[in-house]
């Protein structure tokens, strides 16, 4: 079947080389960072299944744009220094913040969830990966029952794609996660979701068995892609030249710089994300619950009680805000009865740059006018939700087989 090199280690890229693997294809991965170590370790750590992710941008969401601008708290904010830069992609997406976008994005994206779980089953199976995942479903929560039921329109249309998903009353949330305190009356719950509990030591157990499937890592710094006939040849880097049979470029924030570097202009973006993390707190929580209205995800893991969320846009390279972090924990710390007076001092910080097209879909498909090259990036909030399903279709289509799949909507040339 070949040799197919990934440019990027995260849980997209070690997917996609796992399932390449399986399909008969030898693999090598390439990446500036250890396997995990990019936006992949930080992340909510949510695998959420079919409808019950589906939020792309419509015409609500451009009301909420003044308060990016001028909201250094909110949950949403881009920074001034970076606004002319970012003007492009934000010009993008307000134009596509109409009814029948927002219809025609949910469609595309309910159908790339399909399967997630399934996905994750057949690259953890058997494997020390899976001892990283948690098969208890997830919840979505709310701090007053008014909220809850001005929601009603998201629970319908999470319905209408397929969701499976029960409404919680305060009892009901109370049996399933006594934790909880009455700053959270009212939940829905997900029981097909999995989730993991450290997103990191996942990413790098499917990189291991790559490797022990007879890949190889490399842990480079990817300055040029050599293109010959139309094709690519080789991979420069800080560590030397790479032949390349097959490339996928699977390297989250910075896949726009790559395939920059091989003639190809996408309009990529990042959401800068944060989360706090507060070690040793003894929890009963059994699995993440995603906040809706304080954009908020907390789950318990195997190195301490993660709270993670907010957007900030600022690019790659722009300062880290830990404030933005500690914004998230001043919000949350009373959702649970564990976290209403623990002491933080101990608490860690951390920033990742999720990789985002305007329309909040992924890109999946050839790299236009290149042959031989394909691109897996994109995945907005959902990289860690889609990242076996990305693997395996990435796989198919490499292999020259029919994914099952309509990918016009995540074509890389689509703007």
């Known amino acids: 079947m070949g040799h197919v090199t990934v440019i ?23 990446d500036r960072l250890e396997p995990g170590m990019g936006c992949s370790f930080g992340n909510a750590g949510v695998i959420s299944g079919r409808g019950s992710s ?48 927002k219809q025609r994005t949910a469609a595309a994206m309910s159908d ?159 959401e800068r994300g944060y989360h706090i993390e507060v070690p040793e707190v003894e929890t009963r929580l059994s699995r993440p619950a995603i906040h809706y209205e304080l954009a908020c995800g907390i789950n318990p893991m195997t190195t301490g009680l993660r709270f993670a969320g907010t957007v900030e846009f600022a690019g790659v390279d722009g300062v880290e805000n830990d404030d933005r972090a500690w914004s998230i924990w001043r919000r949350s710390c009373g959702l649970l009865k564990e976290t209403q007076s623990v002491d933080d001092h101990f608490a860690t910080v951390w920033m990742g740059c999720r990789p985002t097209m305007p329309d909040f879909r992924p890109v999946i498909g050839p790299a236009p006018g290149v042959s031989d090259c394909w691109f897996a990036f994109g995945h907005q909030h959902l990289g860690l939700t889609l990242g076996a399903r990305t693997g395996e279709i990435v796989a198919e289509i490499v292999s020259g087989r029919d994914p099952g799949l309509d990918l016009a909507p995540f074509r890389a040339d689509r703007f």
């Not at 280690?9 to 294809?25: D, M, P, T, Y």
């Not at 049979?245 to 990529?268: E, W």
Request: proline residues 5%; glycine residues 8%; hydrophobic residues 40%.
């Open 8 to 30: 990027g280690a995260g849980i997209v890229g070690a997917s996609c080389a796992r399932f390449l693997q399986k399909s008969g294809h030898e693999t090598t991965l390439i």
């Open 54 to 101: 589906v939020q792309p941008p419509g015409p609500d969401l451009l009301r909420d744009i003044p308060g990016m601008l001028f909201g250094s708290d909110a949950t949403v904010t881009i920074r001034w220094s970076y606004l002319l830069r970012f003007m492009p992609w934000l010009l993008a997406m307000t134009k596509g913040c109409t009814s029948a976008d």
């Open 112 to 270: 790339l969830l399909a399967g997630t779980q399934e996905a994750y089953d057949a690259v953890v199976r058997d494997t020390p990966a899976d001892a990283f995942i948690r098969r208890n479903g997830s919840l979505g929560i709310y701090r007053t029952e008014e909220q809850f039921q001005a929601d009603a329109g998201r629970r319908e249309a999470n319905a209408a794609l397929g969701a499976v998903q029960e409404e919680l009353s305060t009892e009901e949330l109370r049996q399933l996660e006594p934790s909880f305190t009455d700053a959270v009356p009212r939940a829905v719950y997900f029981p097909m979701s999995y989730s993991t509990t450290n997103p990191s030591l996942l990413t790098r157990a499917i990189a291991d068995e790559t490797v022990v499937a007879g890949g190889q890592v490399i842990q480079a710094d990817v300055t040029g892609i050599r293109i010959e006939n139309g094709r690519p040849t080789a991979v420069l880097s800080d560590q030397g030249e790479h032949p390349v049979d097959k490339l996928v470029v699977a390297a989250g924030a910075f896949s726009n710089q790559v395939a920059r570097m091989m003639g190809i202009k996408v309009l990529l973006d990042t």
